[in-house]
Structure formats: C-alpha cells, structure tokens
C-alpha cells in the first residue's frame, strides 16, 4: 500500500537536490537508480530464471525485437489473422498457459467444431433473403423449417460452410465502429447458437470438445435452458449434471488434464441454482454488456445472502466511461468481496482500487483481444493494462469469446499482451509469472493448486527445454 523506503530515499534525495547543478557522472547514476526502480516494479520481475530459460529467452527476445522493429515501421503489422504466421506466434501457442480463468461457455469450442455439428440429425433451419441469411436453428423431428441438408443442396457444402464461418463470428472486424455496436452482433450470434447448442443430446459434446480445445478452468456458463427433440426444456440441474459426467468422462480419458470449474453466470439476474452443486460450480457472477444492464450495487443485498463458499469472481469496469455505473461496479465488486475481477478495464482510473486490488490480492482477468474487438479500444499500446503492468497488479491473461473472433483459446491474447501492451523489456519472466497466476487466482482450493502447479511445471520445462535446443541448433547452423 506504500511505496518502499529505498523510494522514498531517492524521492527525498530528489527533492532536494537541485538537479540542473548536477555532474554528467551525478545524471548517469541517477538515471540507473530511478530506472531500475521502473525495472524491478514490474509484473514477472519476481522471477529468477534457470539456465535453461535463459537460453530459451534469447530466442524468445531476438523474435520479439524482430516484430517489435516490424511494428515500428508499421503499426498495423499487428492484425489477429495474420500474427499466426509469425514465429513469435508459434513459440507462443506451444507455451503451457496454465489455466483458462475467464471463458463463456457457448462461445468456447472453435467455429470448425460449431460447424461440424450442423451436420447432425434432425436439424432445421430457418433463412430469410431466399436462403441467404441463416436466422436460426432448431432440432426437432417435425418440420418446423428447412431441412439443414436442403440448405446444404442449394447453396453448395463449401459456401455454406463458408458463410457460416462469418455469421457466427465478428467478421470483417473494422464494420463494427461502437461498443455498443459490437455488442448488439455479438449477442446476434449467441442467440443464434442457440437453437444449435442447446439441443440436450449434443450439449455434453460441444463441451467435450471445447475441453479438448481448451486447457479450462473457470469457465463462465449462463447454464443454457437445453432442449430435447421432443421440444420439452431440461431442468438447469439436469445441466449441470451433463456437465459434470462429461468432465468426468474427459479426466478420466486425459490424465494430464487438471480440471475445470463451473461460475455461473445469468445475465444480470440472481438465480437460485447456484447453491447446488458445491465443488463444482464454484462461483458467481452476472454478464451481459454492463452499459445496458443493472449496476451491481443494484443486487447487493441478494449477493450477500449466498453462502460463502460460494465465491465471485464479477464481471466489472468493462466500459470507457469514467465515473459511470459500470465503472462504479469495480468499486462494488471489490467490497462485495470478489475474488477476481473480469476485465475491469478503467481500474487505472481509480488508484485506491488499484491499490486495493493489489493489497486484497483480487486478481484482473485482463483480456486485450475482446477488448479491441469489442470496441474498447483499437490500439493495444494504449491498453490500460500496460499500468497494471508497471504497478504489478494481480493479473492473468484471459480471452472471453475466442471463438467469435477466430481466435485460438488463449494464444491471441497472450501474444497481443507480451507485444503491444508489455514493455519492450519484458521477456520469459513475465510470460512465467502470468503463466502461473492463472492457477494462482484460479478457483482450485491450495492441495489442487499445488498438484496443478507440478502438471504445469513438467510441460513447461519441456516447452523450455525445447526452445534452447532450437536455439542451439541454430546456432550450429
Ligand atoms: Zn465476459
């Protein structure tokens, strides 16, 4: 909450000095004193490195220098679909990650695997424009509208696949020019998945598949009403229940996998399932764009009923005006107790809120790529996690959405984050540190975290263990 007293020797010894009748000798050995305070506060600088990622970091760095020269010239460099070509890109998706603390659940699995479940039986769809525009899905066995295969017919499996692929995603980027304007299409789209993913029989699939994709923890659900062929609802416990057997059946098929949480999460509606299934859905929140939707403060005396065994981890600050009730909703959030914050992008704003965040140890599910998609803003130098950065905030990097933007489930947004919103200095030991917050912060109680921690460290060990021997191998060239 202070600052250390080796800073304030210096800031005494600055005030009162008169530094215009300083010698070159008195500049050069002040100048190393203040910057290494600016070096020695940052986020990952907690970190020693061992031999090995000594020599993977070389690597890493001259790939980094190399695109961050490319950017200077060009700034625009810097686009989603093109950065998975780039070297730095490749070491970055084979980088273990730790967990995935912050992902909504409809929007998990990857747009390939979506589309491959339009092939299932008994789907109908129902278009407008003469077939043009696809508007919804349903499973049913009595034709409610178009056979999904007639569709596939007229407009050719290729094209149809290829249409999909935008309608469900937030493509061309550039045509969305607000916030809300973003968010209007993006909710487009989850309704439209809908009719799709909520068919009970294939819900425990998509889930399946987006384990396999994802490396999850901490997943955000708003436990989807799922329906049966039939047309009958599910009761939301039967929900959970498929979520649970799938889990199961996916750890008992992938022993290297850790786990994965359930925080529920309605749209801005206190609901009561959350009081079922202890250790497994482990925490609350409420989503929903928060500009459009009711402040926090609003629920508080609802939220303090919950257990609290149940924890939260809100939704908050995701907006760019300072001083609204979405960025009064960090204040609430933090003296609601929550244990992380998801996004709470204005946080810089409020240096009390930023002190408490770090003295409380609430850590900020910062997630740079959903937030340029969704209009927050363009440019990641500008992101405001660069000051969370610098003050050594807790942080993980997380992504929210991926598959609506094409993006891989968390390979994006670290890359966006180490290149355009990191110092130009920060190297292997911030990659680590955030690497290893995201089981810190995550919702495993401490003997889970621990045995998380050593399935993490094995594969990262290997992972630098395999950039060194690159190196080397480059070097014998
Ligand atoms: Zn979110």
Redesign the pocket.
């Known amino acids: 909450m202070h600052q250390s007293p080796d800073e304030m020797t210096v800031l005494e010894m600055l005030g009162s000095t008169n530094l215009r009748q300083s010698t070159p000798e008195d500049y050069r050995i002040l100048r190393e004193i203040v910057n290494s305070f600016e070096r020695y506060s940052g986020v990952g600088n907690d970190i020693q490195l061992t031999l090995a990622e000594h020599a993977a970091n070389e690597l890493i760095m001259c790939e980094k220098t190399r695109e961050y020269a490319k950017g200077i010239m060009d700034p625009s460099k810097f686009v989603l679909h093109t950065v998975r070509k780039s070297p730095l890109f490749q070491i970055l998706s084979k980088m273990p990650k730790g967990a995935a603390l ?1 992902v ?1 659940d409809t929007s998990m699995c990857s747009l390939r695997s979506v589309i491959e479940l339009t092939y299932r039986e008994n789907l109908w769809v129902c278009t407008t424009q003469d077939g043009c525009r696809v508007e919804a899905f349903r499973f049913a066995k009595e034709k409610p509208k178009d056979p999904m295969e007639k569709l596939r017919e007229l407009r050719g499996e290729r094209n149809l696949r290829k249409y999909l692929l935008v309608r469900f995603s937030m493509y061309p980027l550039a045509s969305f020019t607000t916030n809300a304007h973003a968010w209007r299409h993006m909710m487009g789209i989850f309704d439209l998945l809908d009719g799709l993913l909520q068919y009970a029989p294939l819900w425990g699939d998509y889930y399946y598949n987006a384990l396999k994709e994802f490396y999850a923890d901490g997943v ?1 659900t708003v436990l989807p009403q799922l329906y049966c062929l039939d047309g009958s609802l599910l009761p939301k416990r039967q929900t959970v229940q498929i979520y649970k057997d799938t889990l199961e059946q996916f750890k008992k098929e992938n022993p290297g996998f850790i786990d994965s949480k359930l925080i529920y999460a309605p749209i801005r509606h206190v609901q009561p399932e959350v009081k079922e299934f202890p250790g497994f859905v482990v925490g609350f929140d409420l ?1 929903g764009q928060e500009d459009v939707g009711h402040p926090l403060s609003q629920f508080a005396e609802e939220l303090l009923k919950l257990p609290d065994h149940i924890n939260f981890y809100f ?1 908050a600050g995701q907006t760019n005006w300072y001083g609204s009730h979405v960025d009064q909703n960090l204040l609430d959030a933090i003296v609601l107790g929550t244990k992380r914050i ?1 996004h709470g992008y204005t946080i810089t704003k409020h240096p009390v809120l930023m002190r408490l965040a770090k003295y409380l140890n609430i850590a900020l599910e910062v997630c740079p790529v959903s937030n340029q998609v969704l209009q927050l803003g363009s440019d990641y130098r500008n992101h405001p996690a660069a000051t969370l950065i610098a003050e050594n905030v807790p942080m993980v990097i997380a992504s ?1 959405n991926p598959a609506f933007w094409r993006a891989a489930p968390l390979s994006h947004d670290f890359y966006m984050a180490f290149l355009g919103i990191a110092p130009m200095n920060a190297d292997l030991k911030f990659l680590k540190r955030t690497a290893k917050n995201s089981i810190r912060y995550s919702s495993l109680k401490d003997e889970g975290k621990a045995e998380a921690m050593g399935k993490w460290k094995r594969k990262w060990d290997q992972w630098v263990a395999n950039i060194a021997a690159q190196k080397e191998n480059q070097e014998n060239k």
Request: proline share 0%; aromatic share 0%; net charge positive.
């Open positions: 912050k909504h955000r989503v939704h998801s929210g």
